[in-house]
């Protein structure tokens, strides 16, 4: 069978180039492109790039979300500190918010009462800006997800991968030092929560938290000090980590799902001018449109409905942006253990789902790549994303990890459970204490076993063809279902990817007894590990058996099409 | 190069694995809009509709700016709608979706929409450029003059890192030492003291035995808080808060120590978790259980405040009450042990444990 013939950009390039006169409205440069192609080669650098190709998925707009609502906070922001004051002094509210007036409370809080109720505008952009911080990291988890999953982390793009588990953990400083700016009762018990969270660290957490807070919770710096962080110091890292992320993204160009001409060579898509550009560029506004409509419609952190903050009072049911949920969570279902050695507190209760349960999440992210890889040998370089089916374990790891997470969340909100289901506060949170050890395991069996069944599925359909949904009665009184052919795109989508054979163990020592070791040996234990990791698979069937089935074609095997 | 350390982008053996041979790029398929002329006429209706209605928002945004007053909110659905804010997002909410809705309606409908295939390029340098690279680096370190002269490196390395030192040193001040001195002036001390009196926390008012009915919980802060302001009054009050109960005696288990700490079942506790401080609230009046709002830790103030339930891993402090001449509530001392959330240098042998006497 041949291969259809298809547009190439090689082709497109031909005819651009080489072509006596450009054909099309545009004769030649003149005017200020001119001005700028003697400066700085800009027709050099538009013909490498105008026709850039991107291949097209839904998943791919994960992160385009992440990266639209991140300038979309830039862009609010700076409107919000032309207004805000971080300053914890104290002052009276003469505002036009009338339940407030006469009330004590500090500058920081009467400026974004001000931003609300005196400045027009001020409330839907306060608005706005919540619900694109939500949005953010909203996105950045599900893209990263879409990453996992697919793959799309291997060689040559693990800088990439490690680049995003920097956002996503800096994105969550930033939403936690943004909602402490307001300093109303809510933002203040977060404020405490962090306080408590820093001093339990064993040995230096009194001093960090003398030096975050310059003294005693809460003093009268912190507000400050976060100010200069949320919008300086972490916005400053992270323009700088996103413009890293999207250069490499160019640099290895973007993976494709497999498909029919879809390579480990090429890359198959609209070009960037126009197509490309006017869907991302589109996409642009429809995501800051509809965080302007949730601003404008949903009311988000109404801080003067919880007042100015008092270290003395909380809000019933306060609970932290969705981000923080898990760690919450985590802190709710530990069980009150603490160590009293000698004069020292070693606060496990508090350390241990704060600090240590953050540091193996964003640890356990950042070396997965390197994991992967080494437990399958692999060093290629990886273009074509896995269906998620097709790395099973990577797959069940995956679902396991979200399944813990998922129940950590429900842990953060384990007392609105308990009132919406009529439980007990202590039977919730017992159960919780289980469930995130089981919860996981049976999480990974089931994924497992769903993924190979899949393997199957798809071995079937190779083989046998698709259902045709048709009953047929044979002269002999017996039924059955024949079975139609699939396309040929389908049965190179279905068997184009690699399979695995677990790694071997080497020899431990040479004939002289020399220990072996260095690249290229592989030890006992991580061919254990590596048959466990990619032992499992169906086999995809071969070109023989694929042949076979259709040579022995009868309606339930039929060829297929050529 | 092996295989296992391959930078090609596909191997032979790769175009071995696959059964069923690549068929190429699938034919493109024609949209209605290509296909007949009448629904593309109509789709370029649409976009340019979108965008049409992108100057009749902007107007309409700068005419909701200016025209409705600020302060103006109206009920609907059950919700105050703060009408100012609502508007203008709806107007220029709706105008920013419309342009993209219109450009993305453009791009699916009208632009060409046969996919292209380009070449890849591997990551990584040819090995022409790597040698390339090789060479220009050894002339740069010949040029360097560093293989004669090896302290050069070492002693510039040895002086940019201890550069950090001045640097990190910098920091020193921000904030004060927690030496044990400056620990017990501030997270390891409230300003109860012996006589201070105990006031409601609402009204300022100061607490009589007498008032106080059996069941009843009051917030409570010590008399001299007001003296302070600013982050000295935010401070004292994280620590110093209160919670007074008063519970019936024989209901209750009054450990030999703190016999004399209460006035006939009235007690005082710490009102700061011993978690991560969150001031605890939600009294269950018949099991004597305090419940911190926060992560739900749950303490028996009819036994000496230890934890029955939750994250919290220590009794609430206790504070030792008596009656002044006048039947007030007031301090004997500060708290006997720090107040509110654990910290490595606290020295926690002289909490109160379940079953102590
Ligand atoms: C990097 C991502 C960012 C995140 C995740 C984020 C998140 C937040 C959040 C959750 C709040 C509380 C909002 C409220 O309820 O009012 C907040 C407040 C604030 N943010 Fe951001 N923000 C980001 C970037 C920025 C930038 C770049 C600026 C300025 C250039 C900025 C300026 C402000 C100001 C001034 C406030 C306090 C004003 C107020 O509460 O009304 N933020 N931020
Ligand atoms: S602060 Fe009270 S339970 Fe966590």
Redesign the pocket.
Known sequence: MMAKPAATAEQAEVLETHAPAPAGPVKKLGGPAIWFDERIGLAKLGKASLRKVFPDHWSFLLGEIALYS?IV??LT??F??IW?KPSMGEVEYHGSYQLMRGLAMSQAFES?LQ?SFDVRGGMLV?QI??WA?IL?MAAMTAHMLRVFFTGAFRKPRELNWLIGVGLLSL?MI??MT??S??DDLLSGTGLRFTDGAIRAVPIVGTWVEFFIFDGEFPGDAIIARFYMA??LL??AI?LGLIAAHMALVVYHKHTQFPGPGRTEKNVVGYPLFPVYAAKAGGFFFIVFGVLILMGATMSI?QVWLYGPYNPAQVTAGSQP?WYMGWVEGAVRIMPGWESHWGPTTWSWNVFVPFAILMGIFYTALGIWPFVESWLTGDKRPHHILDRPRNAPTRTALGVAGMTFYGLLWAGGGNDILATQFSLSLNSVTWFLRFAVFVGPVIAFLVTKRMCLSLQRADRERVLHGSESGILVRSQIGGYSEPHVPISVDEAFTLTQHRQYTPLEATPTEDEHGVKLKGPGTVSGLRAKLSAWYSGYDVAKPTAAQIAESHHHGDEDTPALPH | MTPEHSTALATPEDEMLHPVLDPGIEEHVERYSDADAAVGDRAYKQVVLCFGLVPVLAIAFVVVYFAVPADFTARLLGVNWHVHSTLLGLTGGLAVLLVGIGAIHWARQLMNDTEIAEERHAASSSDEEKNGFVEKLNAGIADAGVHRRGLLVSSLGGALGILAVPAVVTLADLGPWPTAAVRRETIEKTIWADGVRVVNDNNWLPLKASDLEIGQLVNAEPENLRELHGAAYHNAKAKAALIVVRMDPNSIRIPESRRDWQIGGILAYSKICTHVGCPISLWEQQTHHLLCPCHQSTFDLGNSGVVVFGPAARALPQLPLRMDAQGYLVAQSDFTVPVGPSFFERDSRNDFKDGDQ
């Open positions: 991140f906070l830039l922001g700076l919000l500190t805000f974004t931003i306060r800006h919540h911080a953010f994105g930033a939403g943004g909602y700016l307001p949320h919008i972490l916005p992270l952190n942006d």
